[in-house]
């Protein structure tokens, strides 16, 4: 069967995770990447001061992976690693379990004060692939009425799943959460128990799963208050028949405890990645000793969330994919009774969840239904994050000393999935992870609440499941036919076509998707997933596409209930660059601040929000609409969308920090020197903006003068500790020129620097933590990551010239009969309007570590660095061959004063199909100036491009 959404690539986005809460009893836990969707308290939910705590992590420890085995074994044991500054921190490198299931895993001990330094300076070095915190997590729910029984039962149809199938103890579903309570009456007879404990080296006592909380086989602690994993192990699995309790999906199942989460819901993400290799050896062990040793998992249960986005466990959950485990997690809730869900942007695809927004062809995401499938106001969403929803609301279920209670949660939901999958397997043990996938996501019912906000727009149906299970389909969808653009309106494409059918041209597919491909760096970005209509009905949509790529390829991917997919229908897409990537970011020179006082906006306050009208006769363009009004934010941003707004006792409050590059994308707004900063004029006496109106020498300026806030949850009430003194402005020009400029003090800020248009990526002004990164830095990659902003450069996005709008015209469906490869035409040089942007170059350079090796080029075209002699330079070149050899490329430098060179590059390597990198070395004898550079291949000369190189 072909696999289903195997190619689909989920944009992945680093961000502060909102742990998924449970409306359950009592204050709860998960830890580690749990945050119990049944959670008690969100890491994201506002203090007592309305303050969001930044990511939390385990001082001292440090999670590394370096580039390759041979490379982590070599750094075992005692050493120093440097950070910029010159500090040589003292490391203690090891290995640990994990080390076993990502090769070049280690764990690293540091002094606990440089712990994000050594972070940082592992980064830097050119033999690690990424370093992390060693990262904390909390989980907690909220009590919850009782009612629905067991309702939910009923609403997946598992009553006509059961009969045909009730489930088997041979198919091992393990809960990733905190410890289940084996004795439970109606759990007993379907826990997991080990035919031969001990079998995995490092692991002992294991006999109904592991504590990786404290190293032994005591999965429980006994305590009424750790009842999340109990809760969740009863929807999957509570024994079936017996005349007692609940019932779960499945009558008959084993369920192991893998535990990583504490009774006061702390844990650490070294022991989820102990967990993940666990599960994977003990499934390797399962098959290579068919069936005597180890255990079957089939599924692992993860309802939790609420850290960073880690690499590491991202790896590890790929790694179960390879060994054939199906990875379900929820989606990530927030608590309605204390947050304004209109403002907290509970949407995955703007504010991703982790582990729910994980890639790998394995997870399962999953969002909370109730009643009439509507989505639980407490549920996240995501059109194309969360693939599908299930009963998660008044959930009754299994709690520990033989009870019973009703928790709510997206951690209530995914067990209801996990259940469905293990179901599945009893009956067919031959299914793969994408069979099981497919199985479940495209046989759920249509429901309108959650068309838009998940991918398949389903809630679950474990009994359509199984009827598609058994109808062994294998024909494929038809090519939808006249796909065409019906209108286009800058990025913003009006679609239509006529359906074609389940079973070739007849019939009703399951699933449409929508993908758009970048011309330049060969970027998939899923639009959106939508339900078909009957074969030969007309079908229409609108999609936009992301800024910075205005020109690639739309395909229209078509799945029938099985999974199968059809050949896809594909349209060539070309927006003006001015409407498709409008701004063109650049790093100047250092420029003084403005120091008129006369207009001052006095705050006074610490998070707070103030509309400022513009002065008669100004307005000001961004991102294609024209502004007269702006709210301005004391903590260093001005928004001209809806800013987010703090809900319960902090009502009304500025909730935008902690700040980070993907916040930015929620919003139209413009990030100066976006950090929590306190502008109350008890800490600084001339705190507040000051705005200076436009003039014939500059727009309309706003200069920010206050401390930063450095608060500390420590202390009860969280509060401000203050710090060196902050001064910047942001200036606007009528014609859509925005100026970041910083002056004195700015020093240990984790700022973000950048603008967006509301949409999934924004123009952010990078940070430096890769070397050869231009100096200096403007974002902190890391929350906890300090940088000084003191007389920084002056930073300019420059809006983009209009060009003429392409008028579309409608593009016939291609058949499937493959067409020759076109002849590359004239070898093209990116240095300027057709370049990649920002976010291109950053994930190129990212992709072959070029950062670690030479300076590339920014968008300027300034090598601010210096001039060094002999320095490597990297250019973009399209339309070269596909194989093409640096033996057959050539570069020329010319200043127009007679100064002329020519040379052979030093190495191509090619990017994606028609776009290549380009890596030279400057010659020793270029005087500092503007030197025009083309680049000759295949005999033919490219466009020319400008460099400037300055003195040192």
Same mark, same amino acid.
């Given at each position: ?21 449970? %409306? ?7 830890? +580690? ?107 907690? #729910? ?17 009553? =006509? ?71 969740? #192990? ?94 379900? #997690? ?300 702006? +709210? ?44 929590? %900063? ?208 640096? #033996? ?5 430098? =010319? ?58």
């Amino acid at each position: 069967m072909p696999p289903f959404l195997t190619a689909l690539i989920k944009t992945r986005l680093r961000v502060v995770l909102v742990i998924s809460l449970c %409306l359950g009893l009592l204050a709860l836990a998960s830890v +580690i990447f749990p945050s119990r969707s049944g959670a008690r308290v969100n890491p994201q939910e506002t203090t007592k001061q309305g303050k969001r705590p930044r990511a939390q992590y385990k001082p001292g420890e440090v999670l590394v992976r370096y580039r390759t085995e041979s490379v982590a074994k070599s750094r075992q044991g005692s050493s120093r690693v440097m950070t910029r500054e010159g500090l040589n921190i003292p490391m203690q490198v090891e290995r640990f379990a994990a080390s076993n299931l990502i090769e070049g895993l280690r764990f690293a001990r540091v002094p606990a004060d440089q712990t994000l330094r050594a972070v940082a300076a592992l980064k830097r070095q050119p033999d690690v692939l990424y370093a992390e915190p060693n990262y904390l997590y909390k989980a907690a #729910a909220l009590p919850n009425d009782f009612s629905n029984d067991l309702q939910s039962m009923s609403t997946i149809n598992a009553v =006509s799943a059961w009969d045909t199938q009730t489930g088997s103890r041979s198919v091992v579903v393990a809960v990733l959460d905190q410890g289940i309570d084996v004795s439970h009456e109606d759990l007993a007879a379907n826990i997991w128990s080990n035919p031969s404990p001990g079998s995995i080296p490092g692991f002992s006592g294991d006999v109904h799963g592991y504590n990786f909380l404290d190293g032994n086989g005591d999965v429980f602690s006994g305590s009424a208050l750790e009842d999340h994993a109990t809760h969740v #192990a009863g929807t999957i699995g509570a024994v079936g028949n017996n005349g007692k309790g609940v019932v779960g999906v499945n009558w008959a199942v084993s369920l192991m405890s893998l535990k990583f989460l504490d009774v006061d819901t702390f844990g650490e993400s070294k022991d989820a990645l102990d967990a993940c290799t666990y599960a994977k050896a003990m499934r390797d062990l399962w098959i290579s000793s068919n069936g005597t040793q180890g255990a079957n998992i089939r599924v692992i249960n993860a309802s939790f969330g609420g850290g960073p986005y880690s690499h590491l466990f991202d790896d590890a959950v790929n790694k179960l994919n390879d060994s054939g485990i199906l990875f379900v #997690a929820a989606a990530g809730n927030f608590d309605p009774s204390t947050s304004d869900p209109n403002t907290l942007i509970p949407n995955n695809d703007l504010v991703p969840q982790y582990p729910a927004n994980f890639t790998g062809p394995n997870v399962i995401s999953v969002a909370a239904t109730f009643g009439a499938d509507q989505i639980a106001n407490f549920s996240h969403f995501g059109a194309l994050t969360v693939d599908l929803g299930a009963p998660g609301v008044s959930i009754l279920s299994t709690t520990p000393d033989n009870t019973y209670s009703k928790f709510s949660g997206t951690s209530m939901a995914a067990p209801h999935v996990s259940g469905s999958a293990a179901l599945l397997w009893a009956q067919n043990p031959n299914l793969t992870v994408q069979q099981v996938k497919n199985l479940l996501l495209l046989n759920g019912d249509s429901s309108s609440a959650l068309i838009d906000h998940s991918l398949t727009g389903r809630r679950l149906n474990v009994g359509n499941s199984f009827q598609s299970l058994l109808e062994n389909d294998t024909t494929a969808p038809g090519t939808v036919t006249g796909f065409n653009i019906s209108s286009q309106t800058g990025r913003t494409l009006n679609l239509s076509w006529t359906a074609s059918g389940d079973d070739g041209a007849t019939g009703l597919a399951r699933l449409y998707l929508l993908e758009y491909t970048d011309g330049i760096s060969g970027a998939v970005f899923p639009l959106k997933g939508m339900i078909p209509v009957s074969a030969g009905g007309s079908q229409s949509t609108t999609v936009n596409i992301p800024f910075g790529h205005p020109n690639g390829t739309l395909r229209l991917r078509e799945f029938d209930n099985a999974g199968n997919e059809g050949t896809p229908a594909t349209l060539a897409i070309n927006i003006p660059l001015a409407v498709g990537d409008p701004y063109i970011p650049s790093v100047g020179s250092a420029a003084s601040l403005t120091t008129d006082t006369s207009n001052r906006q006095n705050f006074n306050a610490d998070d707070a929000y103030i509309e400022f009208l513009f002065p008669t006769g100004f307005s000001f363009p961004f991102f294609g609409e024209t502004y007269h009004t702006v +709210i301005i934010s004391s903590n260093g941003a001005l928004y001209f969308s809806d800013p987010p707004v703090r809900g319960g006792a902090a009502a009304g409050d500025a909730d935008d920090v902690p700040s980070a590059p993907l916040a930015l994308t929620p919003h139209k707004m413009i990030a100066g020197l976006w950090d929590d %900063l306190d502008l109350r004029n008890s800490v600084r006496e001339d705190s507040g903006v000051y705005v200076i109106d436009p003039n014939g020498q500059h727009g309309l300026i706003f200069r920010w003068q206050g401390i930063p806030c450095a608060v500390d949850f420590s202390l009860n009430p969280p509060a401000c500790t203050g710090g060196a003194p902050v001064n910047f402005e942001i200036e606007l020009r009528t014609d859509g020129t925005i100026k970041t400029r910083y002056g004195s003090g700015n020093l240990n800020l984790n700022p973000t620097v950048g603008i967006s248009g509301g949409d999934r990526e924004g123009y952010v002004i990078r940070d430096c933590t890769k070397a050869g990164t231009a100096q200096p830095c403007y974002t902190s990659e890391s929350e906890d990551l300090k940088i000084n902003l003191t007389n920084a450069s002056e930073v300019t996005f420059t809006p983009r010239a209009a060009g003429p709008t392409p008028t579309p015209t409608p593009t016939p469906t291609p058949t499937p009969t493959p067409t020759p490869t076109p002849t590359p035409s004239a070898v093209q040089l990116i240095l300027e309007e057709g370049g990649p942007t920002v976010t291109q170059a950053a994930a190129l350079d990212a992709m072959l570590f070029l950062r670690d090796m030479f300076p590339v080029i920014n968008t300027d075209n300034l090598l601010n660095k210096g001039f060094d002699p002999n320095t490597r330079v990297v250019v973009f070149v399209t339309n070269l061959a596909p194989n093409e050899s640096a #033996a057959n490329v050539a570069i020329q430098l =010319s200043d127009g004063q007679g100064n002329n060179h020519n040379f052979a590059a030093e190495d191509v390597r090619a990017m994606a199909v028609g776009f290549h990198q380009v890596i030279f070395r400057l010659p020793n004898n270029l005087t500092p100036g503007t030197w025009t550079i083309r680049v000759v291949a295949q005999g033919q000369t490219s466009n020319p491009g400008t460099i400037r190189i300055r003195a040192p």
